[in-house]
């Protein structure tokens, strides 16, 4: 009776405080029926709304900007935004570094925020303070030396900005739900998909509303929208304190990882004993530091620092850097895991920077006049990829994942690597499309010269961007949940940062692959990249993806098959690890 009664009040206990090493604003244990959950990641989705739209406005709009304005060439401008994009998202490595080690999720957003901030105000003043601006004349034969000076700094204090915000904003938001209560487990398996719903919203804002503000007002009438709009969302991520729950920085997460491989060295000789259970690991009992994972056979050679050499000595009283628990040394195995994944998907990351640059590019060329002389402004097409993903993710997310679930017995419906899989083949398809439609509107530059490709209509391009809308439902928000979930818990930004790193790295790699096949193609004869769009050969540079993109899916699939998930252990005892763990069905 009395056994059943203290079941009974730690049940009451777990469903009234929040116990995943979380605290609230005042360094408590949360009160679950006051934070956390949606209550406090809808606050966290309207700040990605608003700081999307200023990204998107400026990113979108960037490659016409260094065309029109600072009268850069079609590759110099490419080269300039992808090494932009490259930047921004490359940054996140070391906000989210700083985030996990050291300040805390929330702060690092808010400092992030002022810089992010900051660079806006700058953007702003080159546009409209007269010693920073472009030139006096409304039409710029050559800009300023000074203003490129200051548009390029604040577009890179942006960048810095971006760095700290990105990767902390989306963990945070995701660390408002208790992966160990059902319910709050279920609703955080459908955060990522309703942050990319606010995130789209917010593009879809940008590229539209504001930059049809950009086109038809003036660059200065959208900078100031953008910065108005990042500090009202600083104001409400401040509003929402409260109602926060905060992980505590438990210090570098490189330096358990190091101890690992250092005992992993020094133990190399040790036997490995009969029975895996024999592997050193902190009782659940008396850990309150987070969640411990089962053990599991690859990379066994790591498991050699598990071993307990001298079980005279408490094994406790050790020293780290001779013997490591198995939790620390399967989180070594999940960043090593990461890797080849990561790698894969750097030629679908090198697709989807073709549609901030080349893609909206092509838009310049097109008609983009619908009824009554509204012109749509090259910017805005992006606005199908948007609707194309904002469609996507709600069929995903209301239709697709409770039948799957029934279908699979999968709490996710479908595993995490088998859902950024399906959209690559939406990327390979995007590549496809997009050579198709260029090859047809060369063909119409080749028949009149004089008007060149005008004939055509704007919406020519949807296809392409719807398609690699839907394909990012999928690849996209697949990869945001995958970095967050199979990293280890204390490098849950830093597993963001992954994500975005992806994307930049792939920014680099494009820029590099311009140059290459650009250098290559000239020697054979004409380069597929010249002054502009009609003297360039941009169907084959779209060929070419589609080839690298199809070719590399393959790797993909061999190792998505192979991978082993992160498998957490549900219960006190570590035999239930050699069962089939909660989360490695899961994932």
């Known amino acids: 009776m009395e056994l059943k009664k203290g079941v009974e009040t730690r049940g009451v206990n777990e469903e009234k ?93 808010f400092v992030s925020s002022i810089v992010y901030l900051l660079g806006l105000i700058l953007l702003t003043m080159s546009a409209f303070v007269p010693s920073l601006k472009a030139c006096e004349a409304a039409v710029c034969p050559k800009p300023r030396k000074v203003h490129e000076v200051v548009f390029f700094l604040a577009i890179y204090l942006i960048s810095v900005g971006t760095g700290g915000h990105k990767p902390s904003l989306e963990s945070f938001g995701a660390d408002q739900f208790d992966e160990n209560h059902d319910d709050e487990r279920k609703k955080k398996m459908s955060y990522f998909n309703w942050w990319n719903f606010g995130l789209c919203c917010g593009l879809l804002l940008g590229v539209t509303v504001v930059v049809y503000v950009q086109d038809h007002v003036g660059w200065g009438a959208g900078d100031i929208i953008f910065t108005a709009v990042m500090a009202l969302s600083l104001v409400i991520f401040i509003i929402g304190r409260p109602f926060y729950r905060y992980q505590v920085p438990t210090g570098s997460p490189l330096t358990p990882m190091l101890q690992v491989l250092v005992a992993a060295i020094r133990n190399r000789n040790l036997p490995y004993p009969s029975n895996p259970a024999e592997l050193y690991e902190v009782p659940k009992s008396r850990t309150d530091k987070g969640r411990l994972l089962c053990h599991t056979e690859s990379l066994k050679f790591l498991d050699k620092a598990t071993i307990v050499k001298d079980r005279k000595i408490g094994a406790e009283n050790q020293n780290p850097w001779r013997l490591a628990t198995v939790t620390k040394v399967e989180e070594m195995k999940l960043i090593l895991n990461l890797i080849p994944i990561w790698l894969a998907m750097l030629p679908f990351g090198i697709s989807v920077a073709q549609t901030a640059t080349f893609f909206i590019k092509q838009g310049t060329t097109l008609d983009r006049n619908i009824g009554n002389g509204f012109q749509i402004p090259p910017a805005s097409v992006y606005a199908l990829a948007a609707i194309g993903m904002i469609v996507s993710v709600t069929i995903y997310e209301k239709i697709l ?169 549900s219960s006190v005892a570590v035999a239930d690890c050699y069962k089939d763990g909660l989360e490695g069905s899961m994932a």
Do not use: C
Not at 63 to 84: C, E, F, G, P
Not at 416 to 442: D, N, Y
């Open 17 to 109: 405080w929040v116990h995943d090493s979380s605290v609230d604003h005042k360094g408590r244990v949360p009160l679950r029926a006051s934070t956390g959950a949606w209550k406090a990641s809808l606050f966290i989705i309207a700040i990605e709304f608003s700081e999307r739209l200023s990204y998107f406005g400026i990113a979108t709009s960037l490659i016409i900007y260094l065309s029109k304005v600072m009268h850069q060439d079609l590759k110099t401008a490419a080269r300039s935004v992808n090494y932009w994009g490259g930047v921004t998202t490359l940054m996140p490595l070391f906000g989210g570094f700083l985030a996990d080690a050291y300040l805390g999720r929330f702060t690092t957003v």
């Open 401 to 569: 994942v409770p039948v799957l679930r029934r279908a699979t017995g999968n709490e996710r419906g479908i595993k995490i690597l088998q859902r950024i899989g399906f959209g690559m083949l939406f990327s390979i398809s995007t590549m496809v499309v997009s050579a198709l439609v260029e090859r047809k509107r060369l063909g119409v530059v080749a028949k009149d010269p004089v008007k060149g490709s005008l004939s055509m209509s704007v919406f020519w391009l949807a296809p392409q961007f719807i398609i690699i809308g839907v394909g990012d439902a999928f690849t996209l928000v697949g990869l945001q949940e995958y970095f967050y979930d199979q990293v280890p818990d204390s490098m849950r930004s830093l597993g963001i940062a992954f994500y975005l790193s992806v994307i930049g790295a792939a920014n680099f790699l494009s820029s590099l692959l311009i140059t290459a096949v650009d250098h290559v193609t000239e020697k054979t004869g004409k380069s597929w990249f010249g002054k502009d769009l009609n003297s360039s050969r941009l169907d084959n540079f779209y060929w070419l993806l589609a080839g690298m993109t199809a070719a590399n899916l393959i790797l993909y699939v061999f190792l998505a098959q192979r991978y082993p998930y992160k498998n957490v252990q």
